[in-house]
């Protein structure tokens, strides 16, 4: 398949250490997950911020599922109860304006829990600071939150729970400091919401990056295990593939080229 790259690249050799420059795309964050049946998710950035697996290095039972899919070598299957990936701490995921994206499948809908396909830091029980999930009507929306303590989210309009239909789908949520937007398959969903502030990444004490699951759902069950089913278990419930973070928000043009596939 196609790999995206950076503008330029320089290699430490000395001492075993690397330093690369920026993207010219604007890509912060490119995990292909084509790596079938490996504990690491290589990131092609240029970041080198790799993802781990579940809870350790090792096979243990928070490991996502390694599938195989049509458009190229592998995706990984999430089973909704404990499976997650997650990105240690990273600088460059905490653009001002950022893109979201992912091929997601499910045919699960659940308007039960809350599910979180990808999840940047977290504030207790209450929000990421940025966030694919399936929102309290266990659809699709995007949001972003704010610097202010509790956190408040504003989302995108929500693409309603027929997106999981057992197909693949192209989502990307995007914001500019203009409008939290949401698009699925190349098309937008509504016109956006009205949004003009910092994301709080400062706000958020969780810091790590997570794919199918929130970085504070584990805190929220630990804290108040009545709660597990709403906010604790936010693992998602499907398939996952071709996760990309981006420094700006992608334009609509941009998104109906991306979701021709990859």
Known sequence: ??????????????????VYAAPATGIVGNWHIDEENRQKLLDSSGYAKNARLGSTTNVDIDDPTWITRRFDT?????????????????KNLEPATV?????????SPDTERLQYIVAKSGFSCVSAAYALYTGNSGGLTFYVADQITTAKAVESPDAGIQIWDG??????????????????????????????????????????????????????????????????????AG??????????????AEVSVRALGD
């Open 167 to 236: 197909a693949w789908h192209h989502v990307v949520g995007t914001y500019d400091k203009t409008a939290v937007r949401l698009f699925v398959d190349g098309v937008e969903i509504g016109t956006g919401t009205p949004a003009n502030f910092s994301i709080g990444y400062k706000s958020h004490p969780s810091k790590d990056l997570y794919i199918g699951d929130y970085d504070a759902g584990k805190v929220c069950i630990e804290n108040d295990p009545n709660i597990e089913g709403t906010y604790g278990n936010s693992n998602f």
């Open 99 to 107: 893109s979201v994206e992912a091929w997601v499948r499910s045919s």
């Open 74 to 90: 592998s995706a990984l299957h999430f089973d909704g109860i404990d499976d997650f990936v997650v990105v240690p701490y990273a």
């Open 1 to 18: 398949m196609k790999k995206l790259t950076n503008l330029a690249g320089v290699l430490c050799l000395i001492g075993n250490c690397a």
């Open 239 to 252: 398939d996952i593939d071709e996760v990309r973070i981006w420094n700006r928000a992608l334009t609509g």
